[in-house]
């Protein structure tokens, strides 16, 4: 397996994994990705400024997430507290096909995104996900974050929705 920059090529992939995954959420009754979020625009978006990258197993898509270190609005205000306050970077849309679940690509690409942040100067990295989304919770706790709090997603299509947050030291 490898982790690259996502390209437009890996677009339809990336499409359908989001499309199983939200599926799969929804057979399990969670609201998360429900709402028409994420969609193609929005990955096209990710992969157009280069923000966007994709676990590979013979040039076939496993699993992708969003990376980046601009600050994130629904990061301003915590229910609970962060651990750093220096620079952070933040992953969103991490998503790995459903029917890979359990290998440990999730793992994979979370250690990525925070060897690129400490690379990067970056003092920690932070993501968030749904508290009923289990397998994320668990990929992320798994991949040495630590729950620090409740956010409310600001803006696009999931405004308001309380998400778990999740932080991780990176600094050396």
Not at 23 to 42: E, F
Not at 99 to 116: P, S, T
Not at 139 to 160: H, M, Q, S, T
């Amino acid at each position: 397996m490898e982790i690259v920059a996502a390209r437009s090529g890996h677009l339809e992939e990336m499409t359908a994994i989001v499309e199983r995954a939200k599926a799969a959420m929804a057979a399990r009754g969670l609201d998360q990705w429900q709402r028409g979020y994420p969609n193609r625009a929005v990955l096209e978006s990710d992969v157009g400024a280069g923000a966007s990258y994709a676990a590979l197993d013979e040039g076939r898509v496993l699993g992708f997430f969003r990376y980046c270190h601009e600050l994130e609005a629904s990061y301003e205000s915590i229910d609970g507290a962060w651990l750093a306050s220096g620079p952070y970077a933040t992953i969103h849309r991490c998503a790995v096909d459903p029917m890979l679940h359990g290998r440990g690509i999730a793992g994979e690409l979370l250690a990525f995104a925070c060897e690129k942040a400490r690379g990067e100067g970056m003092a920690s990295v932070r993501i968030d996900t749904h508290a009923d989304n289990a397998s994320m919770c668990r990929a992320v706790e798994k991949a040495g974050f630590e729950p620090c709090g409740i956010i409310r997603i600001k803006g696009g299509l999931e405004d308001g929705s309380p998400r778990l947050a999740f932080e991780r030291i990176v600094a050396a």
